[in-house]
């Protein structure tokens, strides 16, 4: 079945608060997807975010863990745990003061003033609330406790403790406090989520999310399990995970991130991996693994140069791990983001899978008639984009990509047959014999530069974007539902 899909993260969603939530305008979002024929909604990852790594959703402070900023409010007060006369006493003006673009420092400020809020009335008033609380810490132990545990520590500046047991009786008892509010925070996240998760796959809609390849050093996963990475006797990184120049970076990526010792998880037949892909897989109906490639061969970086262009790739058990992966999780949905550099033997590993890779018309251009990300050159088992979010929106790639390449677009895709240059890419890729095709919502809308969402090796003034309550007009659901019906992507329910 040929399927459609829009790319747009949750933070990305309108709001009041000042970020996308699980909140009222996701379900929306979820009936606008409905009507307009779609089967899939991709986001990117849920997990939490810190601003020492400005808030990228590629460096989580924890794997299994949810993103805090997303849990909706209004919902909070449906569910009795914050008082609607409490929200009117706070000043929203005072934290939300751009509509369009997110400010974080303001978003968690107001937030933690109302989740405190609902933390106290969720301990003093609704005790029918706890069993639900208790099973879902059952069901989460095996990464629940580290993730608070080291939020507790980080935020009480005792990271560098030999132990927990160590801390005085005052120090423990605001140690157990913050364990249990991130505690009930996470069981917030995923309460919201997954009630959403159902409306959405009640509808027909699909859930595609994004499994990023690498951790956080600032993360619980780093903190408690240094074993699964590459350290020195000191337990310090030895080198960092990156990228050489490619199609999205000139210089390379540097991401810092800390690299795995796949020797040491091969012993442990993959163990962390397996759980964080089967979390995963309940969070998301279709999983779209990060930086494939890497389980073929990751390139690692001098972590004090961090000097991209000059790292070495090395090669990991990519084949063994996806046989155990295969047995344990024998019908999981995973679609592999095969950018980049790809060699003879990612190919091979791709295949070996069975995966669908990814086609991106942007890359369609900067050679001849033989460039795989040519829709003529695509087959089924993939999934064709416009863009992803690392990708400038297709109306920014048209003022910046280089001549040679807009006039090749232009005779390819015939668009002067389109009242904007835009609707050429996407009818291009929506038509392409791939198997699922995803347009960022910004792409249908054609919006600019001014709404993209990551630029690759930079940091600043990401993952801001969000888009308006008046961007979802009639007209846009009617050209979304006629190109995609046009193509035999439109699903009828």
């Not at 951790?215 to 780093?222: A, Q, R, T």
């Not at 890779?357 to 900067?366: H, P, R, T, Y």
Request: proline share 4%.
């Amino acid at each position: 079945m040929r399927k459609a899909g829009i790319l747009l993260p949750i933070f990305s969603l309108p709001s009041d608060y000042g970020i996308g939530s699980l909140g009222k305008e996701a379900y929306n979002f979820i009936d606008f997807l409905v009507r307009t024929g779609q089967s899939v909604w991709q986001i990117l990852p849920l997990t939490s975010t810190n601003p020492d790594d400005f808030y990228s959703p590629y460096k989580t402070n924890g794997a299994f863990s949810g993103n805090y900023d997303f849990i909706d409010i209004d919902l909070l007060i449906e569910d009795g745990i914050v008082n609607k006369d409490f929200l009117e006493t706070i000043n929203l003006k005072n934290f939300v003061s751009d509509l369009r673009y997110i400010d974080y420092e303001k978003v968690r400020n107001l937030k933690e003033i109302i989740f405190s809020e609902a933390f106290k009335n969720f301990n003093d008033k609704n005790l029918n609330k706890k069993s639900e609380f208790e099973i879902f810490e059952k069901e989460n132990i095996f990464w629940l406790k580290d993730f608070c545990s080291y939020m507790a520590l980080k935020e009480l500046n005792l990271l560098d403790l030999p132990r927990i047991s160590n801390l005085n009786p005052l120090l423990r008892k605001k140690y157990n406090e913050i364990f249990s509010y991130h505690k009930f925070l996470q069981f917030l996240f995923y309460k919201q989520w997954f009630s959403l998760k159902k409306y959405a796959n009640d509808r027909g809609i699909e859930i595609l999310g994004d499994i990023p390849m690498y951790v956080s050093d600032e993360s619980s996963d780093f903190y408690f399990n240094k074993k699964i990475f590459l350290t020195d006797k000191n337990d310090e990184i030895l080198s960092i995970a990156g990228v050489p120049p490619d199609d999205f970076s000139t210089e390379g990526q540097c991401w810092g991130n800390p690299l795995y010792d796949w020797e040491y998880l091969e012993k442990d037949n993959f163990s962390w991996w397996i759980k964080r892909i089967k979390k995963s897989l309940e969070l998301y109906d279709i999983l779209r693994i990060d930086h494939f490639r890497a389980f073929e061969s990751f390139y690692s970086i001098d972590r004090k140069t961090r000097d991209a262009k000059n790292g070495e790739w090395i090669k990991t058990p990519g084949k063994k791990f996806f046989e155990i992966l295969k047995k344990e999780l024998p019908n999981a949905k995973i679609i592999a983001e095969d950018l980049g550099i790809i060699t003879d033997e990612v190919t091979e590993l791709l295949e070996y899978t069975n995966y669908p890779g990814m086609k991106v018309i942007q890359f369609a251009f900067s050679s001849d008639c033989n460039n795989m990300n040519l829709p003529h050159k695509f087959y089924r088992n993939t999934v064709a984009y416009t863009g992803t979010h690392d990708n400038a929106t297709l109306a920014e790639w048209l003022l910046t990509a280089p001549h040679n390449a807009v006039e090749y677009a232009k005779q390819y895709l015939r668009l002067e047959s389109y009242e904007k240059y835009t609707e050429g890419f996407i009818r291009a890729v929506i038509g392409s014999c791939s198997d699922l095709a995803i347009v960022p919502l910004q792409d249908w809308l054609d919006f600019g530069a001014w709404a993209r969402i990551n630029i690759p090796s930079t940091t600043k003034f990401n993952w801001r974007f969000r888009f308006l309550k008046e961007d979802f007009t009639e007209d846009l659901e009617k050209y979304i539902s006629y190109v995609c019906g046009l193509y035999g992507r439109y699903k009828v329910r």
